[in-house]
């Protein structure tokens, strides 16, 4: 489970680097806003496969936290945007 927990964390943050690259990071984030989507990408899709562990199986896990680490990286970003503004 740890060798599954550390690729989930590198899918995340792969993830996080791509949406940053889409440039769905908030304004606000300037100087390190790359480091944090990273971050909060990994941090989204290890909470993601634990879920996806503890309702499907540790098979099915790997794509729970992929989908979950997607639908993160759009939806937290948004969020802040329009809580900020």
Do not use: D, E
Request: with cysteine; charged share 5%.
């Amino acid at each position: 489970m740890l060798l599954l927990s550390l690729v989930w964390l590198l899918i995340g943050a792969l993830i996080g680097l791509l949406a940053n690259g889409a440039q769905l990071r908030p304004a606000i984030w300037t100087h390190l806003g790359w480091l944090m989507m990273m971050s909060i990408g990994a941090i989204v899709a290890l909470c993601g496969g634990w879920l996806g562990v503890w309702l499907l199986g540790k098979y099915f896990a790997t794509a729970i936290a992929l989908w979950i680490a997607i639908a993160g990286m759009v939806v937290l970003p948004w969020g802040i945007r329009h809580r900020c503004q």
